[in-house]
Each structure stands twice: as C-alpha cells, then as structure tokens.
C-alpha cells in the first residue's frame, strides 16, 4: 500500500458526460501527479499540483480539469467524455529526498466511457 | 526525437532464473531513473530508483545497472519468482521534475 488514495476505483458512464476523480496524497506530500494510461500507451503525464497550485502540464486536453484543494487532496475533472477516454487514471504523490523527487501511485481508477 | 523506451514488450523466464528488463532514452541531460513494477489491476509501484552520478545500485534481489554513454538502462531481477511477474516500466526524470515512462515490459515467470 503506497498510502495513496484514489476514488472510485471503476466507473462506467456514457459519451457527452463529467466524472470527476478524487486523490489522496500520501500524508504530507505536497505534490499530487495525474497520469493516464490506456491499454497501447504507457503513462502519459496529465497535470502535476504543488501544494494547491499548477506546476505542471502535460498531455492534457482541454476537456480535462484538475485541482488541488486546501487539504492536498485533488480532484481531475473529465467532461464531454469521449470512448477514447476509457483509461486507467492514476495519481501519485511525490516526496523529496536527496535533492531527488520519489512518485508513490495510488491504485488507480478505471473509467469506461460506453 | 526524445524517448523512453523499451527494448522488448515481453520477456518470459523460468522461476529460479535472473531476469533482464532494459530501457532506453536519448535525452543526455536526464539525471535521474526509477523501475516500477505494475501488476495486474494494481498501481505502479516503486522498485528502485538510480541517480546519473551513479553506475550501479542493488537493493533486495534487484540490481539497476546505468550506462551513460549508451543512455541506457536495465533491472536485472535475481531468482525471479512467480511473484515477480508483472510489467516493468522505467521512469525518466527530466528537468522541471516531469516524469516520462516508457511503455513497459511484461515480464512472465514460468513455474
């Protein structure tokens, strides 16, 4: 268990609609990541949140939203969803040790877009 | 262009044998690496990680060997076990603290 926490753990919905999923970082990490992962693609970085705010972008579409709220947590927003959306989400929080920076993943979710 | 990549999307071995996962990248100024393992329906997790001041380094029956003038990089996993089999992804670390994975291997031990 890296200690990272993700909600839901499946969803299934329909084209045209909004699911928002929910991360938990580690106790005390700072850094929320958000990555995608499809079945022919390896991890595709989204968005990275600091400590409440954007540090950086990836590969995310401008459908796709995301925060980091007071308490650490985030929230990434996917909205006039598509069926090539249907992935595998993942976040991670990242501690800092060494000068170096350490990703722990939560478990996932799986979004299926019908 | 940049990559992550990996040299074989699978890898098949027999349960007691060692095994040998490689990665490749292109970018020079890349400083730091890390190997993820991946089972089925489950997260990432974190194996082992290598600095670029660094060859080599060892940790519990897994071995992350640094090539810098090959840009190259490999897990080797002694004694493999059932246990052990899962997709192996490593990780790039480039400047600005983004992270790039390459597509993993599938790695299958054999009984």
């Known amino acids: 268990d890296s200690g990272v926490t993700q909600t839901p753990k499946h969803l299934i919905t329909a084209t045209g609609q909004r699911v928002t999923l929910r991360c938990s970082p580690r106790?005390?990490?700072?850094?929320v990541y958000w990555y995608q992962q499809s079945l022919d693609q390896g991890l595709q970085f989204l968005i990275q949140y600091y400590n409440g705010e954007e540090r950086a972008k990836g590969n995310i579409l401008e459908r796709f939203s995301a925060q980091q709220f007071p308490d650490l947590h985030s929230e990434l927003n996917l909205s006039s969803l598509e069926l090539g959306d249907s992935a595998l989400y993942f976040c991670?929080?990242?501690?800092?040790?060494?000068?170096?920076?350490?990703?722990?993943f939560g478990p996932g979710t799986r979004l299926l877009v019908l | 262009g940049e990559s992550v990549g990996l040299h074989l999307p699978t890898l098949s071995v027999q349960e007691g044998d060692n095994s040998i996962i490689n990665c490749a990248y292109s970018?020079?100024?890349?400083?730091?690496f890390i190997w993820y393992k991946q089972e089925s329906g489950k997260g990432p997790q974190f194996i082992i990680d290598?600095?670029?001041?660094?060859d080599k380094r060892q940790g519990q029956r897994v071995t992350v060997l640094l090539n810098k003038t090959v840009k190259h990089l490999s897990l080797q996993i002694a004694a493999t076990q059932p246990g052990d089999s899962a997709v192996y992804f490593c990780a790039e670390n480039r400047a600005g603290n983004q992270f790039y994975f390459g597509t993993g291997t599938s790695l299958t031990v054999i009984p």
């Open positions: 290598i600095r670029s001041n660094m």
């Open positions: 106790s005390g990490d700072l850094s």
């Open positions: 970018n020079s100024a890349s400083d730091y």
């Open positions: 991670a929080s990242s501690v800092l040790s060494g000068g170096q920076e350490t990703q722990y």
